[in-house]
């Protein structure tokens, strides 16, 4: 049993991963997160009350309010999912990717490092490796080449984790993962997006010409790996997490539109992204002959699941929609 702190525990991914944690181990978690509009404690509804669980709002760029939460925690090991993490933000304004992504990351560097914690696990992305053309992978020796200010930011964070295991002999761990998809995705990304958009009868909005390749992995997957990563991985080194799924966003798109049952009429061909990644595909053999980690969901299957999730929790995305799950936090932990 180990206390781990988990930063950006109220977002997606993170708050998928306070759930593994709690459900299938019998590790102490806090969740410190400064809720920024990507945080929704309603993702942790089930889990607030939980004798393991703590949250602590709290800003990761903040030294002095990292150093009361490391002071006060004394975290054995660190996950750090916390970042602004939508790639169309950072083209309109780059500043919060940097101080979070960066500089953020710096200070739970310097933290982890005084009070001596065992473990940093740095979550990180497949676009710090940049675009491919039609063929090839991302192995973890791929050269970093990251196009958007959001990768740039990313790509940083990875730069001074290294930084950390070579000059100061950190014990930390670099998981990157391709483009996740499931329950409580925020609906500015593309499923979620469309899911919602199409449930409301509204337009679709697809960039470019709709042929851009990710590689869909369903995030409990991704949690999945990330655990692995925590107990397993080896000390200084990188693992590349994918879901063997890929699919042009056309596809992804009327897949969606098929399993609710709506017409692809509702496609909107928009202005493409500025610099628009065309393809991201991951090679994950290192992570499967090393931890002995695989994906479980197929992608069809996942998404099938996942329309599911949307049509069964309504309320959830409309109270993101609306703004309403901001006052959350204020009813359930007082204005603090
Ligand atoms: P998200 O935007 O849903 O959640 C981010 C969380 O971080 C939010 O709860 C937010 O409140 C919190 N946060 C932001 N700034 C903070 C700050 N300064 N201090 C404390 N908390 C702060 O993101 P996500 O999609 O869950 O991604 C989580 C991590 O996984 C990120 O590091 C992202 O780069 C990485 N990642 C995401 C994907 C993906 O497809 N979503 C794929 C690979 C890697
Ligand atoms: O409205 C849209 N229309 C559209 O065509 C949106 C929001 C997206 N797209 C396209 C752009 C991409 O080709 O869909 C694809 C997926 O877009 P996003 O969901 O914004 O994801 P992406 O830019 O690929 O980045 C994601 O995967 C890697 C996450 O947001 C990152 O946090 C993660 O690191």
Redesign the pocket.
């Known amino acids: 049993m180990s206390k781990i702190l988990v930063?950006?525990?109220?977002?997606?991914?993170?708050?998928n991963f306070v759930r593994m944690l709690l459900q299938g181990s019998d590790h102490h978690v806090v969740n410190?997160?400064?809720?920024?509009?990507?945080?929704?404690l309603e993702n942790l509804v089930d889990c607030e009350r939980h004798e393991r669980y703590a949250f602590v709002k709290?800003?990761?760029?903040?030294a002095a309010a990292m150093d009361a939460v490391f002071a006060a925690r004394r975290p054995d090991v660190v996950v750090?999912?916390?970042?602004?993490?939508?790639v169309d933000r950072s083209v309109l304004d780059a500043t919060?990717f940097v101080?979070?992504?960066v500089i953020?990351t710096q200070v739970l560097l310097d933290k982890a490092r005084v009070f001596k914690t065992q473990r940093f696990v740095h979550?990180?992305?497949?676009?710090v490796y940049g675009s491919l053309g039609a063929s090839g992978y991302f192995t973890e020796e791929t050269p970093i080449q990251p196009n958007s200010p959001?990768s740039a930011s990313?790509a940083s964070s990875d730069l001074m984790v290294r930084a950390a295991v070579h000059t100061h002999h950190m014990d930390c761990v670099i998981?990157?993962?391709?483009?996740?998809?499931g329950p409580f995705?925020?609906p500015e990304?593309l499923i979620p997006l469309m899911i919602a958009n199409a449930m409301e009868g509204k337009k679709l909005p697809v960039y470019g010409d709709g042929k851009n390749v990710r590689d869909w992995?369903h995030?409990v997957d991704?949690c999945a790996g990330i655990k692995k990563a925590m107990e397993q991985g080896r000390a200084g080194e990188v693992y590349n997490f994918g879901g063997d799924a890929e699919r042009e966003n056309l596809f992804v798109v009327k897949e969606i539109l098929r399993l609710l049952g709506k017409g692809e009429d509702l496609i909107h061909y928009v202005k493409d992204r500025p610099g628009h990644d065309r393809r991201y595909a991951m090679d994950s053999s290192k992570a499967c002959a090393t931890l002995g980690w695989r994906p479980a969901h197929t992608f069809e299957g996942g998404l099938r699941e996942t329309v599911a999730w949307y049509q069964q929790n309504r309320q959830w995305w409309e109270r993101v929609r609306s703004g309403a799950y901001q006052d959350y936090y204020k009813q359930q932990y007082g204005a603090r």
């Open positions: 930063t950006g525990g109220a977002g997606f991914i993170g708050s410190v997160d400064a809720l920024t509009y990507a945080g929704n709290a800003d990761i760029a903040d750090h999912f916390a970042a602004e993490s939508h919060a101080r979070t992504n953020g979550v990180s992305t497949d676009e959001y990313k998981t990157r993962c391709s483009n996740n998809y995705q925020f990304k992995i995030v991704h």
